[in-house]
Nanobody, 124 residues
Framework: QVQLVESGGGLVQAGGSLRLSCAAS????????MGWFRQAPGNERDFVGA????????YYADAVKGRFTISRDNAKNTVYLQMNSLKPEDTAVYYC?????????????????WGQGTQVTVSS
């Protein structure tokens, strides 16, 4: 069983940057695809981006493409979400998720384990 713990959220002004981290426990992390999702109050949980098990493949939702970057360090069992040029509409709880497959998915139903989430608030 893999457990995920996100960190790095906080309050930032529009145009600023934050880097979220997701630390994983368990031996299967390096073979797991990872994804980031977010959920704003009253909204569904939406796909942000994902990365394959090796880090060789990433893809992003249109809303964040060109501003957000996902990376991973399998030696540290950690996946990152670098968020630049933040906008007030990026305000949400951000979740990382993992799936027991090498390649990622944009569907939250295809992820097997989830972190508890970290709040990101972008002020205008």
């Amino acid at each position: 069983q893999v457990q995920l713990v996100e960190s790095g959220g906080g309050l930032v002004q529009a145009g600023g940057s934050l880097r979220l981290s997701c630390a994983a426990s368990g031996r299967t992390f390096s073979s797991s695809a990872m994804g980031w999702f977010r959920q704003a109050p009253g909204n569904e949980r939406d796909f942000v981006g994902a990365i394959s098990w090796s880090g060789g493949s990433t893809y992003y939702a249109d809303a964040v493409k060109g501003r957000f970057t996902i990376s991973r360090d399998n030696a540290k069992n950690t996946v990152y979400l670098q968020m630049n040029s933040l906008k007030p509409e990026d305000t949400a709880v951000y979740y990382c998720a993992g799936r027991n497959r090498h390649y990622s998915s944009s569907s939250l139903n295809e992820y097997d384990y989830w972190g508890q989430g970290t709040q990101v608030t972008v002020s205008s």
